[in-house]
């Protein structure tokens, strides 16, 4: 019989030998468990803490990441400031100029929606520098730190535009008058009596509140309105009351009122040159009306 089995052609020498008792390397453990790499950095390290959290030494990136599209608030307001100074009041609305002013009390915040607010709820822009402290401050986002800058730019425009008529003949100053008496007078809510007294070359020289009333109301005396006249040497006097109402329409109260100063005043020496009735956006003109 040959010394050749039939397991000889299945098997190989390796595992033969191991069988045959000629070898006492088991060949089966061989190939299940690979010897070690003699290279122990090429063996499986275990995961460190440090490989899954950062340390306090570690460089974070914490940049946020980049969006293809910007916050359309992003230099909203330094795009504003520049269209102004370059274009200037032609080049805004009213409610951007607005912002310009919420700009300088509130910083870092988008200011565009209570701009808008403002004018929704007082109307028009000289209405809401005319609002009173409290009035502002009942609108959700202006403290009275905001208001009070709103009172600022209000005082500073009447200045600007009371100067328009100072030592100036004020009858040859008409529209800068009107756009003076309009600007103070126009938002108010009560009726206001006021009196330019005007010396002999029609220059100005008092602007007085005289007598302030009711909605549609105001007491006026005409031994008082001359008293103070002589007092201030005054030759002339512009009347001026305004309507709330928004009608610059002379009542009858108005009419009659007005003929008793006239009455008064020529005992004296005193001439009415005019008596200007002021609404919100017009006005009448005794004068323009043939009431003088």
């Known amino acids: 019989m040959s010394d050749k089995n039939q397991f000889d052609d299945v098997f190989s020498d390796d595992i033969l030998s191991y069988i045959k008792g000629d070898s006492e ?143 100036k003949n004020i009858i040859s100053s008409w529209q800068s008058l009107l756009d003076y008496l309009q600007t103070v007078m126009g938002p108010l809510k009560k009726e206001q009596f006021r009196i330019l007294f005007l010396d002999k070359k029609n220059a100005l020289i008092a602007d007085e509140i005289q007598q302030e009333g009711t909605i549609d109301h105001t007491p006026v005396y005409p031994r008082e309105v001359m008293k103070r006249a002589l007092e201030l040497h005054a030759t002339a006097l512009i009347l001026v009351h305004n309507h709330p109402s928004g009608d610059p329409k002379p009542s009858k109260a108005d009419i009659d009122m007005t003929k008793a100063i006239v009455d008064a005043g020529k005992n004296l020496g005193i001439v009415i040159h005019d008596h200007l009735v002021i609404a919100r956006s017009e006005y009448v003109s005794f004068k323009s009306l043939g009431l003088l």
């Open 25 to 167: 390397t088991n060949p089966f453990e061989k190939q299940s468990n690979p010897p070690a790499s003699e290279n122990k950095e090429d063996q499986e390290q275990p995961a460190q803490d440090s490989d899954l959290f950062p340390t306090i030494n570690d460089k974070v990136d914490t940049k946020p990441i980049a969006s293809d599209s910007k916050d359309h608030r992003h230099g909203h307001r330094q795009r504003l400031r520049e269209r102004f100074l370059k274009g200037g009041a032609d080049a805004i609305a009213n409610y951007e100029l607005l912002e310009l002013i919420l700009f300088l009390a509130i910083p870092r915040k988008d200011v565009k929606p209570l701009a808008k607010e403002l004018l929704s709820k007082f109307g028009t822009l000289n209405d809401v520098l005319c609002a009173t402290v409290d009035q502002l401050t009942q609108v959700k986002g202006i403290s009275e730190t905001t208001a009070t800058h709103f009172k600022v730019i209000q005082t500073a425009t009447h200045r600007i535009l009371s100067e328009q008529i100072q030592n």
